[in-house]
């Protein structure tokens, strides 16, 4: 059964950082694009960044610079290193599997595997 399960998230001031994890069991994670995406109240779900097995990323412009998406293979889990938090990160995160080597983007519908989420809230 394939499960993905995040952690980390919270509640913090702007300008503060929090590391967000994904812990993935069930399936070939290694060989695996993976991303973090974010959903905020009244607003449809957007990517974040992605990374692909070799260790390829992409980043969505707002959190360039800011963010850093990274994976550890041994442990199986997918992190997302957040910086310099703005009120605007503030939103549901969730990690992903694209099922696929190849990261097609940022775009959540190429992503088949999902977590339950994990909520980041940033106060001003």
């Known amino acids: 059964q394939v499960q993905l399960v995040e952690s980390g998230g919270g509640s913090v001031q702007a300008g503060g950082s929090l590391r967000l994890s994904c812990a993935v069991s069930?399936?070939?994670?290694?060989?695996?694009?993976m991303g973090w995406f974010r959903q905020a109240p009244g607003k449809e779900r957007e990517g974040v960044a992605v990374?692909?097995?070799?260790?390829?990323?992409i980043y969505a412009d707002s959190v360039k610079a800011r963010f850093t998406i990274s994976q550890d293979n041994a442990k199986r889990t997918l992190y997302l290193q957040m910086t310099s938090l703005k009120p605007e990160d503030t939103s549901m995160y969730y990690c992903?599997?694209?099922?696929?080597?190849?990261?097609?983007?940022?775009?959540?519908?190429?992503?088949?595997?999902w977590g339950q989420g994990t909520q980041v809230t940033v106060s001003s």
């Open positions: 069930g399936y070939g994670y290694s060989n695996d694009c």
């Open positions: 992903a599997g694209r099922g696929s080597r190849v990261c097609p983007a940022l775009d959540p519908k190429w992503y088949y595997y």
């Open positions: 990374i692909d097995p070799d260790g390829r990323t």
